[in-house]
């Protein structure tokens, strides 16, 4: 007669030991049991179904098939029939787990003590295609943990589709997690207002990045984009605001933050200088400056004077985008132009 040297895992399911002695020892499961140096272990497996022989040795546990049917014979003797397991056969572990599982199923099942069969596995769902950022219209706010890249790439994709504008925060954390937040309320076809929390920046220590998009839409009926192809005054305005609250609030993220205007062609970043936030000529000379900003803004819609956005024009849009930036960047905000890359 053949014996496996390992005691099975259907031995923690004991229900009594007809024992001389007994030690306790590890289970592979990692679970223990006091086993006796001789005896029987009655399997349970809600209800008494038969026992084990085993036999304690000096090359360790040995154990052996000795199934007596001591309750649902008929079924039990199905099983034994089924599984061919016998006292002149070798137990493997595989074939008690499988007798296990056929006891728990088959004889509980018989006795009506059992609950139904599983249904069989279901296929998994196909895979979804990760989500895309999107104007967002009502009134709970989304988050979407995905790349820079493959956020900005859906911006783009935006500035010809919707129909409002919108803003986003972005983290890039420490360990490379990088989440999208939407941030924005009460969007319009001309500006986005934000509206964000102490809770959005939870371990700031952690953050290695943060960026505020900002996303302007165009019309592609236009004759004119200006509007959409250039940040507006009031952009201006809602960057410096947040840099005050950033600054009061986390003012050791101030040198990882900018602020980025999404248009079809490319993106603006915009730099505030935390120190001279609080420098009044600075200020006085920079909004001048952005104020001039926005007189040549209304001069390229009416007269195409200085910059060109006029539709026949649009193949430029990316070189006159730059200009822009070069002409309006100053000591209170750095302005600088990439071009979108297909």
């Known amino acids: ?68 049917a001591e309750m649902n014979p008929k079924a039990l003797e199905q099983i034994v ?38 249904e069989p596995a279901v296929k998994p769902a196909p895979a979804q295609p990760p989500r895309k950022l999107y104007v967002n219209t009502s009134g709970s706010r989304y988050e979407i943990e995905k790349s820079r890249a493959e956020g900005e790439s859906d911006l783009y994709a935006l500035t ?13 954390y420490k360990d490379g997690r990088q989440v999208w937040k939407e ?6 076809e001309e500006d986005a207002k934000v509206e964000f929390t102490v809770k959005d920046f939870n371990d700031p220590d952690d953050i290695a990045e943060l960026t505020f998009y900002h996303l302007r ?32 609030w986390f003012p050791q993220l101030m040198d990882r933050m900018d602020f980025k205007a999404v248009v079809n062609t490319g993106t603006y970043t915009i730099r505030i200088s935390s120190g001279n936030l609080d420098d009044e000529d600075i200020k006085s000379d920079s909004f001048t400056k952005l104020s001039e900003m926005e007189n040549a803004r209304a001069d390229a819609i009416n007269s195409e004077r200085n910059f060109n956005y006029s539709k ?31």
């Open 81 to 118: 029939k089924e599984a061919d397991v016998n006292k002149d056969k070798t137990i493997t572990e595989a074939e008690a787990q499988a007798l296990i599982q056929k006891m728990y199923g088959e004889i509980m099942q018989k006795s009506g003590m059992a609950p139904k069969r599983a």
């Open 1 to 68: 007669m053949k014996l496996i040297n390992y005691l099975l895992p259907l031995a923690i399911l004991a229900g009594g030991t007809d024992v001389a002695a007994q030690e306790r020892m590890p289970l592979p499961n990692g679970y223990s049991a006091d086993l006796a140096t001789r005896g029987t272990v009655y399997v349970l497996s809600g209800l008494r179904a038969g026992t084990v022989q085993f036999e304690q040795t000096p090359n360790g546990p040995k154990l052996r098939g000795n199934f007596t």
């Open 160 to 172: 010809t589709t919707a129909s409002t504008e919108e803003a986003w925060l972005f983290l890039k």
């Open 183 to 188: 941030i924005g309320q009460s969007g319009t």
């Open 217 to 248: 839409t165009e019309d592609l009926r236009s004759s004119n984009f200006t509007e959409s192809e250039t940040p507006s005054l009031k952009d201006f305005n809602a960057y410096v605001k947040s840099a005050y609250w950033m600054r009061h």
């Open 312 to 342: 026949r024009n649009r193949k430029n849009f990316a070189r006159e985008n730059a200009r822009f930036a070069e002409r309006f960047s100053n000591r209170l905000f750095g302005i600088r132009f990439t071009p979108r890359q297909h």
